[in-house]
Each structure stands twice: as structure tokens, then as C-alpha cells.
């Protein structure tokens, strides 16, 4: 089993910044991709980036202004979201799997049904 516990998030005016952090606990060895999802009421919980021992990848309509970091050794991923806009609004959440967060052909793994394990969610807000 794996545990994440989320912190960061709240309001911000648009064209500020937050930062999210998602701590691994109680996780057994082994690589671990790590993901940022979000969801806006609504809408499909959508991917954000993923991070694994591979590198970092973005969902391309996400590229830019958020930034993913891992501290390997706090076990550690953080969400740097900068230039929030009002559409940024949503419940994110981070996810994790052990293993890559690629699949052998390639594809990244960007669908929430990819995830076993998952943080509580984060609420941000986007509002002048």
C-alpha cells in the first residue's frame, strides 16, 4: 500500500502562483511514478504532468505554466502553478503507481483509472 498526504493549495488572484506538495508515506521500495491530476466541478478529473525516475511530462495544454519537482529524498513531488487564471479552479490531487509512468510502447499513463493510490485532494481557487 501507499499513502499520500497533500498540502498547498487555497485562493489566489489570477496571475498569482501556489504550490502544491504531495508527500509519499508508508510505501514499499521501488520505483514510483508520481502524477497531478485536477478536477473543476463539473468535468473529468484530467491529467496535469507526471513525474517518474524517467523524467517529467506535461499534458501539452498544461506546458508552461505549471512545474513539476520531485525531491527524491523527502519522497517528496510538488505542483508549481504560476499565472493562475480563473479556469485553473479545481480540486487537484496527486496519484501514484509503482512502476513507470510509461507504458512499454511508450504512451504515457494519463488516465485516473491508471492510478491506484491517490492523495486527498487539494481545493485552489482562482478569483479577483
Known amino acids: 500500500q501507499m499513502q499520500l498526504v497533500q498540502s498547498g493549495g487555497g485562493s489566489v488572484q489570477p496571475g498569482g502562483s501556489l504550490r502544491l506538495s504531495c508527500a509519499v508515506v508508508?510505501?514499499?521500495?521501488?520505483?514510483?511514478?508520481m502524477g497531478w491530476f485536477r478536477q473543476a466541478p463539473g468535468k473529468e478529473r484530467e491529467a496535469v504532468g507526471l513525474?517518474?525516475?524517467?523524467?517529467?511530462y506535461y499534458i501539452d495544454s498544461m506546458k508552461g505554466r505549471f512545474i513539476i519537482s520531485r525531491d527524491n529524498a523527502k519522497n517528496t513531488v510538488y505542483l508549481q502553478m504560476n499565472s493562475l487564471k480563473p479556469e485553473d479552479t479545481a480540486m487537484y490531487y496527486c496519484?501514484?503507481?509503482?512502476?513507470?509512468?510509461?507504458?512499454?510502447?511508450?504512451?504515457?499513463?494519463?488516465?485516473?483509472?491508471?492510478?491506484?493510490?491517490w492523495g486527498q485532494g487539494t481545493q485552489v481557487t482562482v478569483s479577483s
Open positions: 496519484a501514484a503507481l509503482y512502476g513507470s509512468c510509461k507504458l512499454s510502447g511508450g504512451s504515457w499513463l494519463t488516465h485516473r483509472g491508471d492510478f491506484p493510490f
Open positions: 508508508a510505501y514499499s521500495d521501488g520505483s514510483i511514478c
Open positions: 513525474s517518474d525516475i524517467g523524467g517529467i
